[in-house]
């Protein structure tokens, strides 16, 4: 009688610990998401900040300039900024797609350092978005499994949804 009482508080209490850690794993996700989506955000910006220098800085002609200029302010003022920094991808690859474009640049001030950023500034957007989404992966099947469904055992946070963008200056990719 004593040795079943003592194995079924022993089994209550494996069961608590589980459940405990399973919450806690749930809102490290949440907690990484949040964090992976804050340096997205701060990519995103740093590359519309490099395009709109690049696009007042002269070293552009005109119309390559208010195109670039147009999706880098769309950026900040759209809702749907998925889409809108899809445009700015389009944009700058419209930009460094145009026939001689590296060697119409040759020998004017600053132009290697600023196209150097804005390919950075591009390639961190990638990564970004690569770790973001990996994170909200790793969280949704988190949430997704029958025990953390049962349980509620992400509380009222909201699902995280992936950031799907065009993010390749390639225009082959």
């Known amino acids: ?5 003592i194995v079924i508080i022993a089994a209550a209490l494996l069961v ?4 405990s850690w399973r919450a806690g ?3 490290r996700l ?3 998401t949040r964090l992976a989506r804050a340096g997205l955000d701060v990519a995103l910006l740093r590359r519309s900040s490099v395009a709109l220098e690049l696009a007042s800085s002269g070293l552009l002609d005109p119309a390559t300039s208010l195109l670039l200029a147009g999706a880098a302010h769309d950026v900040r003022e759209n809702p749907e900024r998925d889409l809108a920094e899809s445009d700015l991808t389009r944009a700058l690859r419209a ?10 640049l040759k020998g004017k001030d ?22 973001y989404n990996d994170a909200v992966s790793a969280t949704r099947d988190a949430r ?10 992400s509380g009222n ?13 390639l225009a082959d990719s």
């Not at 946070?157 to 200056?169: I, K, R, V, W």
């Open 1 to 5: 009688m004593i040795t079943d009482i």
């Open 16 to 19: 608590g610990v589980y459940v």
């Open 25 to 27: 794993r749930i809102d």
């Open 30 to 32: 949440h907690a990484r």
């Open 95 to 104: 930009a460094f797609s145009q026939p001689d474009f590296r060697a119409s």
């Open 110 to 131: 600053g132009a290697d350092e600023l196209l150097a950023e804005v390919e950075a500034a591009s390639h961190q957007v990638f990564l970004a978005r690569k770790f």
């Open 144 to 153: 997704r499994r029958p025990l953390a469904r049962l349980l509620r055992l």
């Open 157 to 169: 946070a909201e699902l995280p949804e992936y950031f799907e963008m065009d993010d390749s200056l």
